[in-house]
């Protein structure tokens, strides 16, 4: 991808500033507490590449909040002052050792018995550490910092990632290049981009945001630039079009790597020319920061031919990557409490959390460690559905119970068995939408028998994103293009058995519902 500015500074990999006093610290982020207020603070350890060692007990260490300010040590009664031991082994591995007599401790899943190592990439992708029941702990290489202050409204989170998303916006916001937001599904690109148009200088004026997957090649013109009231069947008013709704402002292209084929290339002609043509109308001048999102391989897709590069060109002057939740353990505490909230808010029980007892909380510790140790395919947003889901099953309870729907989704995370440490986890599938070949998706959809939920469900995707993708890969047959004679005649053949019929016919069983309902066959 060629592009005037690039950012890449939200990829993992940053170094710990100097300040912290270890160019790259072991550290362990408090990602629950009796007292939820004390969630994301911090305490640095010691240093990865040192044999040193570090105490982790009611009275030590002293942690600070993400801005460097001293708050206390973890403090609850539930802890022993008796220390679990942090050990650095000079390697980048890490040693957990507790004695019989100290705090129960449990590293991902496995209670410590006495010492348990961890590997460095178990350290890099966070180790969650459960102390009595009642604190959980990430450890992790505290590996990125910056001196960005203040609120970016709709950004929960203090992690590396999070802060230099912060900079990033700081640092593009007020100009007036075009930027593309890359990252997966679920991961907050349209939070950014209003983050974006807030703090330019065109925020007292319109924001408006486009789901390109969702305008229908026929209407794209009307929908995009507008129409004159007469000028088509139907046109019984003017309208306007999105590029003239945000003129003077930010128009945010969403879903970008969905816009249809047809669609980019009048979505070209008016970035390139500055000048939109309501159907019917007179040319007319508009002015619009752009700022798109996606998160398809743009360049596979014009490999494949289904978008064209001088589109992207233009769309891709400034490039932000936004970090998945999965890189970003450290903030699953602060929005887990952020949601949960939020929720409890809006059911009139924001008290639950308010006056939640620090000897007997509310939430159960296990559950935010359990919540830490998920990969959340479905990143942030998914999370915020968890969460809303949790809130409303225990609406109207006194003690705090585990959704079975939740259970299930955790399924294979909590495998602890009767005091016996294993550890396993979930492993979903990591390929992201946008890299999933046509024969994957052919393939996903046969074995799952032409059903969409299963095979969305399967590939991690949304049934909206499934479906296009199906109508755009060559050979794929759809229920709506089947005659009516065939239906017939396969009907006969399968003693109308309708899923028999929907697998000869290699459709699913929905569609071909549709399709006899649409040729009254049904």
């Given at each position: 991808m060629n592009?005037?500015?690039?950012?890449?500074?939200?990829?993992?990999?940053?170094?710990?500033s100097?300040?912290?006093?270890f160019?790259?610290?072991?550290?362990?982020?408090?990602?629950?507490?009796?007292?939820?207020?004390?969630?994301?603070?911090?305490?640095?350890?010691?240093?990865i590449?040192?044999?040193?060692?570090?105490?982790?007990?009611?009275?030590?260490?002293?942690?600070?909040?993400?801005?460097?300010?001293?708050t206390?040590?973890?403090a609850?009664?539930?802890?022993?002052r008796?220390?679990?031991?942090?050990?650095?082994t000079?390697?980048?591995s890490?040693r957990?050792?507790?004695?019989?007599?100290?705090?129960?401790a449990v590293?991902?899943?496995?209670?410590?018995?006495?010492?348990?190592?961890?590997?460095?990439?178990?350290?890099?992708?966070?180790?969650?550490?459960?102390?009595?029941g009642?604190?959980?702990?990430?450890?992790?290489?505290?590996?990125?910092?910056?001196?960005?202050?203040?609120?970016?409204?709709?950004l929960?989170?203090?992690?590396?990632?999070?802060?230099?998303l912060?900079?990033?916006?700081?640092?593009?916001?007020?100009?007036?290049?075009?930027?593309?937001?890359?990252?997966?599904t679920?991961?907050?690109?349209e939070?950014?981009?209003?983050?974006?148009?807030?703090?330019?200088?065109?925020s007292?004026?319109?924001?408006?945001?486009?789901?390109?997957?969702?305008?229908?090649?026929?209407?794209?013109?009307?929908?995009?630039?507008?129409?004159?009231?007469?000028?088509?069947?139907?046109?019984?008013?003017?309208?306007?079009?999105?590029?003239?709704?945000?003129n003077?402002?930010?128009?945010?292209?969403?879903?970008?790597?969905?816009t249809?084929?047809?669609?980019?290339?009048?979505?070209?002609?008016?970035?390139?020319n500055?000048?939109?043509q309501?159907?019917?109308?007179?040319?007319?001048?508009?002015?619009?920061?752009l700022?798109?999102?996606?998160?398809?391989?743009?360049?596979y897709a014009?490999?494949?031919?289904?978008?064209?590069?001088?589109?992207?060109?233009?769309?891709?002057?400034?490039?932000?990557?936004?970090?998945p939740?999965?890189?970003?353990?450290?903030?699953?505490g602060?929005?887990f409490?952020?949601?949960?909230?939020?929720?409890?808010?809006g059911?009139?029980?924001?008290?639950?959390?308010?006056s939640?007892?620090?000897?007997?909380?509310?939430?159960p510790?296990?559950?935010?460690?359990?919540?830490a140790?998920?990969d959340?395919?479905?990143?942030?947003?998914?999370?915020?559905n968890?969460?809303?889901?949790?809130?409303?099953?225990?609406r109207?309870t006194?003690?705090?119970?585990?959704?079975?729907?939740?259970a299930k989704?955790?399924?294979?995370?909590?495998?602890?068995?009767?005091?016996?440490?294993?550890?396993t986890?979930?492993?979903?599938?990591?390929?992201?939408?946008?890299?999933?070949s046509?024969?994957?998706?052919?393939?996903?959809?046969r074995r799952?028998?032409?059903?969409?939920?299963?095979?969305?469900?399967?590939?991690?995707v949304s049934?909206?994103?499934?479906?296009?993708?199906?109508?755009?890969?060559?050979?794929?047959?759809?229920?709506?293009?089947?005659?009516?004679?065939?239906?017939?005649?396969?009907?006969?053949e399968?003693?109308?058995?309708?899923e028999?019929?929907?697998?000869?016919?290699?459709?699913?069983?929905r569609?071909?519902?549709l399709?006899?309902?649409?040729?009254?066959?049904?």
């Open positions: 592009s005037d500015y690039q950012d890449q500074s939200t990829v993992h990999g940053v170094q710990q100097a300040r912290d006093g160019p790259e610290a072991i550290g362990v982020t408090i990602l629950y507490h009796p007292c939820p207020s004390r969630i994301g603070e911090i305490a640095p350890l010691v240093n590449r040192s044999k040193a060692n570090a105490e982790i007990s009611r009275v030590k260490p002293v942690f600070r909040t993400p801005d460097g300010v001293p206390d040590a973890l609850s009664t539930l802890l022993s008796k220390p679990a031991a942090i050990q650095a000079g390697d980048g890490v957990i050792s507790c004695s019989s007599e100290g705090t129960t590293a991902d899943g496995s209670l410590i018995r006495d010492t348990v190592m961890f590997p460095e990439t178990d350290l890099r992708r966070g180790i969650v550490l459960e102390l009595a009642c604190v959980v702990l990430l450890l992790h290489v505290l590996d990125g910092s910056t001196d960005v202050r203040g609120e970016t409204p709709g929960v989170g203090e992690s590396a990632a999070v802060r230099l912060k900079e990033a916006i700081k640092r593009v916001a007020d100009l007036e290049v075009p930027v593309l937001l890359h990252g997966e679920g991961v907050g690109k939070l950014v981009a209003s983050a974006i148009h807030e703090q330019s200088d065109r007292a004026n319109p924001y408006v945001c486009v789901n390109m997957a969702a305008i229908p090649p026929s209407l794209a013109t009307s929908e995009l630039f507008g129409h004159v009231k007469g000028a088509f069947t139907g046109a019984t008013a003017d309208r306007q079009g999105y590029f003239v709704e945000a003077g402002g930010t128009l945010f292209l969403d879903e970008l790597g969905d249809p084929a047809e669609v980019q290339p009048l979505l070209l002609r008016a970035i390139e500055k000048t939109v309501p159907i019917g109308g007179k040319i007319r001048d508009v002015d619009v920061r700022v798109a999102a996606t998160d398809s391989n743009l360049e014009i490999e494949k031919g289904i978008f064209r590069r001088p589109l992207l060109e233009r769309l891709s002057g400034y490039t932000i990557q936004i970090a939740l999965r890189e970003r353990r450290e903030d699953i602060r929005l409490i952020h949601f949960l909230a939020k929720e409890l808010e059911m009139g029980q924001a008290d639950r959390l308010q939640s007892n620090a000897d007997k909380p509310w939430i510790a296990h559950l935010v460690a359990m919540l140790r998920y959340w395919p479905g990143n942030v947003r998914q999370l915020q968890v969460t809303r889901q949790i809130a409303i099953y225990n109207y006194d003690t705090f119970r585990i959704d079975p729907v939740i989704l955790f399924e294979g995370i909590d495998s602890r068995k009767d005091g016996v440490p294993r550890n986890s979930v492993t979903p599938l990591r390929i992201r939408p946008a890299d999933l046509d024969e994957q998706i052919v393939e996903a959809w799952n028998q032409h059903n969409f939920n299963a095979t969305a469900s399967e590939l991690n049934r909206t994103w499934l479906n296009t993708r199906l109508e755009r890969i060559p050979g794929i047959r759809k229920a709506k293009d089947i005659p009516a004679e065939e239906i017939r005649r396969c009907a006969v399968c003693d109308h058995d309708l028999a019929m929907a697998a000869r016919l290699n459709v699913s069983v569609g071909l519902q399709q006899m309902k649409r040729e009254k066959l049904s």
